[in-house]
């Protein structure tokens, strides 16, 4: 049975110190040119010195056009390699792995950055009138996408990263050609399962191309996005078998878009029981997975304590535990990997708007979704604390980190605007 401590050796021959990964959330802290700064050398460096054995970046972007948020680093032929390198130096201080998160957002563009985003089809978003409705891509679209993706690859393997992961999940653009609710298209990348993987399928072959057989390629693909008529647990055992034929090297699996915040553990989503009870989230729809897929997995979402990590690795049901948001509180994992400590502190209940209907818990979606979406604004001011050197300071309260947020990101949002990107 394999250990939190253990090394694990990927197909492409790199070794990962430990179990644990850091999955990839998104920072907001580039600049208004789009590039890395010293705040994200700071935070990844504490993160690496903190034990954990791979480091995801938040998502880079491949096209300035199209950000997820204000604050994105963007590889778009608009320089920055120097800072990107003082970034993946940084982030590996400790020896452990650093991987770039490569992604588009598509349809989850949000207005401050572009009034009308790319998707596969004119499809949009219900969600507070936050995103613009998108242009249905042309062929020269998808190829110029594919081609970013391929490219920033290869910037990252330039600049110092020691990895890339490809973002297919969460609903964003090559998530978007996955589902058939958002991929309405009837051309070869668009009907079928078959045509709707197509678009990854050769994003990934592009990117092996670019950065060669020994540099290792993660991808993070949804479980399902509970949706019904959406992508299906059914369709994710496809494309896992498909994509672990493909040569990626680990497959970090999770679910949900920002309509369905099964990413967020929104106990509305129909999660399995048993992966309550063990904490992680998609636990057992990683079960599945395992029997179709020939490459290491990983599970992000839900886990707190190291029994439950530990009970995970013993299931066989993954080989590396991937977490987000704890990190953000307690940065430093080694006692948590020797055994002296037993399970991340936990700050959840605290962060909800009112009790009860008004809660996180609450039986309206919209409130629920408010909960979650303001709850997420609280940890980006912890990351903020992280990357100025500062110790987290988790006060229950969620107005002010959303008033904080919100001004910082318009202003982001404006300067851009004022430089033209």
Not at 158 to 174: D, E, K, N, V
Not at 213 to 219: G, K
Not at 414 to 420: L, N, Y
Request: glycine share 10%; net charge positive; with cysteine.
């Amino acid at each position: 049975m394999a250990l939190l401590t253990d090394p694990l050796t990927l197909p492409c021959g790199v070794t990962l110190p430990n179990r644990l990964l850091k999955s990839a959330m998104t920072e907001g802290l580039a600049d208004e040119q789009d590039h890395a700064t010293g705040r994200l050398a700071r935070l990844y460096e504490r993160w690496s010195e903190g034990g954990t054995g791979t480091l995801i970046t938040g998502n880079v972007m491949i096209d300035r056009r199209f950000l997820e948020r204000p604050g994105n680093v963007v590889i778009d032929h608009n320089g920055g390699e120097a800072q990107l390198s003082h970034w993946a130096m940084a982030g590996q201080r400790a020896g452990n792995q650093l991987w770039m998160q490569i992604n588009h957002p598509g349809r989850q563009c949000q207005k401050v950055v572009s009034s009308q985003p790319l998707a596969p089809s004119d499809v949009g978003i219900k969600l507070v009138g936050l995103f613009g409705r998108p242009r249905a891509m042309t062929e020269d679209d998808i190829q110029r996408a594919i081609s970013g993706f391929a490219r920033v690859a290869g910037v990252a393997k330039a600049t110092g990263f020691s990895g890339i992961q490809i973002h297919a999940a969460h609903g964003y653009l090559i998530s978007q050609f996955l589902s058939p609710l958002a991929n309405r298209r009837d051309d070869d990348w668009g009907g079928s399962l078959e045509n709707r993987a197509r678009f990854l399928l050769t994003v990934i072959r592009r990117c092996r191309e670019t950065v060669g057989p020994d540099f290792p390629i993660a991808l993070k693909l949804n479980s399902a996005d509970f949706s019904q008529g959406g992508f299906s647990h059914e369709d994710s055992l496809q494309v896992a078998s498909w994509v672990s034929d493909a040569g990626i090297d680990l497959l970090e699996i999770s679910g949900g878009t920002y309509e369905k915040l099964a990413l967020m553990g929104d106990r509305d989503e129909k999660l399995a029981k048993a992966s309550r009870a063990r904490e992680a989230y998609f636990l057992d729809y990683a079960a599945g997975i395992r029997e179709v897929c020939k490459v290491p997995l990983a599970v992000t979402g839900g886990f707190r304590s190291r029994s439950a990590m530990q009970d995970a690795l013993d299931s066989g049901a993954l080989d590396v535990v991937g977490l987000a948001r704890p990190l953000c509180l307690q940065p430093d994992v080694r006692d948590l990997l020797s055994g002296e400590q037993d399970a991340f502190p936990s700050w959840e209940k605290e962060l909800r708007i009112g009790p009860g209907w008004l809660g996180p818990r609450s039986p309206n979606r919209s409130l629920r979704t408010l909960n979650f979406g303001l709850a997420t604004q609280w940890y980006y001011q912890q990351i903020i604390a992280l990357s100025e050197g500062k110790t987290p300071r988790p006060k229950p309260g969620l107005i002010t980190p959303f008033v904080r947020h919100t001004v910082t990101e318009r202003r982001l949002a404006k300067k851009r605007v004022a430089r033209g990107s």
